[in-house]
């Protein structure tokens, strides 16, 4: 087993949590860089305030609000390092950085995300919702193939000599409102959902934080640790 530091964060900035996760990453690295053990791994769960991401491959012209728009809804557009296109972050969405050594626990890129997916796949079959994965798109869907494909788990990640940073966003209470502002992921025909949709009432948070903190131990075989940040 590979021990694990887990990093829960609340009401830090977008800024703030993306320089902890850098500061790990860059502290992974240099371990790996000297030979030096690159445990423990660390795992960062929280929710962010309204934010919009752009990943290293997205359109600018799927952010479809302007600057004062922005500034009403007290949200602020970054440009990051992951791949993929826009997103949304806030209140109410699960937000999971694994900062983790892929040569650690043996697995390649591919690997790591086909587990991320089964990891948001279990948490969400404990609470009785059937979600799948859609050959060469990146992400967790329900009723795939249906009339009503929708989205309910985005994946985005970086890596760098097998180290990985940014994660996955699972919509627990999210106000899907927000994604009417973008072109999600860069995808314009196909819905976005929720825990909360799907299941018709609130979800406690600190109980989804759980589950899921429990399929990454099982999933990736770690030893979880709870850790101040």
Known sequence: MVTCSLHLLQNETYTQTLLFQRTLFDAMLARKAAK?????LHLIMLEHPHVFTLGKSANRQHLLVNNDELANMQATVYSIERG??????GPGQLVV?????????GIGIKDFVHSIERVILNTLEDYGIQAGVIPNTIGVWIDIGGPNERKIAAIGIKCSRFVSMHGLALNVNTDLEMFTHIVPCGIADKGVTSMEIELGCKIDMLHVKTTIGKHFASIFELTIKNHDK
């Open 97 to 105: 950085y694994p900062i983790f050594d892929l040569e650690t626990l």
């Open 84 to 89: 993929g296109d826009i997103t949304y972050h």
């Open 36 to 40: 030096k053990n690159t445990e423990p």
